[in-house]
């Protein structure tokens, strides 16, 4: 059985670009895996950190997978570390940060892993880059659209960086 998810990539440490690049190229190379719609990338500036912190890139990528979603979490997890990144804390900076927003309609909730994203419907920055791929997307705990939980204030927190090149499964 294949699934669909939706994973946000970020990062605000060293050269963003690549860690981005780098971090789409290895999820590409995943066996069982399989890119179908990746969004523009964005720029936003670091929330809930220090002052000064550095702004973030981020981007979503839609992926079907024969992963479980902790699976796939262990997968990524192994690209984070190969590109430094060395701690899971929150409000931290880091090189690079994967996260599963979606699985399917699948709602999980261990000390592991926990899907829908508990923050995605409070993060314009995760919310805006899925919505490029797939604006017909609903929350599977609320069941409303994710559009309908932006407002035109969100959009000014969030700039389009780069536009990315559509792909379809």
């Given at each position: 059985?294949?699934?669909?998810a939706?994973?946000l990539l970020?990062?605000?440490?060293?050269?963003?670009?690549?860690?981005?690049?780098s971090a789409?190229?290895?999820i590409?190379?995943?066996?069982?895996?399989?890119?179908?719609?990746s969004?523009s990338?964005?720029?936003?500036?670091?929330?809930?950190?220090?002052?000064?912190?550095?702004?973030?890139?981020?981007?979503?990528?839609k992926?079907?997978?024969?992963?479980?979603s902790?699976?796939?979490?262990?997968?990524?997890?192994?690209?984070?570390?190969?590109?430094?990144r060395?701690?899971?804390?929150?409000?931290?900076?880091?090189?690079?940060?994967?996260?599963?927003l979606?699985?399917?309609?699948?709602?999980?909730?261990t000390?592991?892993?926990t899907?829908p994203?508990?923050?995605?419907l409070?993060?314009?920055?995760?919310l805006?880059?899925?919505?490029e791929?797939?604006p017909?997307?609903?929350?599977?705990l609320?069941?409303?659209?994710?559009?309908d939980?932006?407002?035109?204030?969100?959009f000014?927190l969030?700039?389009?960086?780069?536009?990315?090149?559509?792909?379809?499964?």
């Amino acid at each position: 059985m294949t699934s669909t998810a939706y994973i946000l990539l970020g990062s605000n440490l060293g050269d963003r670009e690549k860690y981005l690049s780098s971090a789409m190229a290895m999820i590409k190379e995943i066996p069982g895996l399989k890119l179908c719609g990746s969004s523009s990338v964005y720029s936003s500036k670091a929330q809930q950190m220090a002052s000064g912190t550095p702004s973030f890139l981020n981007q979503a990528i839609k992926v079907k997978t024969k992963f479980t979603s902790i699976e796939l979490l262990t997968a990524l997890e192994k690209i984070e570390q190969a590109l430094d990144r060395t701690d899971k804390g929150k409000q931290l900076s880091r090189t690079i940060d994967l996260d599963i927003l979606l699985y399917d309609t699948e709602i999980v909730d261990t000390e592991r892993l926990t899907i829908p994203h508990p923050e995605l419907l409070n993060r314009a920055f995760a919310l805006i880059p899925v919505i490029e791929i797939d604006p017909t997307l609903v929350h599977p705990l609320t069941n409303k659209r994710l559009k309908d939980y932006l407002n035109d204030e969100d959009f000014k927190l969030v700039r389009q960086k780069e536009e990315n090149a559509p792909v379809s499964c």
